[in-house]
């Protein structure tokens, strides 16, 4: 899978967030600060880039998104123009 600037924009600030406070958003802290409109719009986009395998999180828990250790790396260089 190819990111898009907006996938990319997300893991930006979901791994910042991390790093700066210790733990992860909530789908509404992402919200607020990406300007989406609606939660379940983040939680489609964060699903997909679980599924992609960019993202690890665990299920029934608010704060529990995680960048993946195997595409930490390299995600930066799958990015595509679009979104």
Not at 29 to 54: C, P, Q, W
């Amino acid at each position: 899978m190819q990111l898009t600037k907006r996938q990319k924009l997300m893991l930006d600030f979901i791994d910042g967030f991390i790093k700066g406070s210790g733990y992860s958003p909530t789908l509404r802290e992402i919200m607020r600060a990406l300007g989406y409109k609606s939660v379940s719009t983040v939680a489609k986009h964060v699903d997909n880039l679980v599924t992609a395998g960019f993202l690890e999180k665990q299920d029934g828990e608010v704060r529990s998104l995680t960048l993946s250790s195997e595409k930490k790396e390299v995600w930066w260089q799958n990015l595509v123009e679009g979104n």
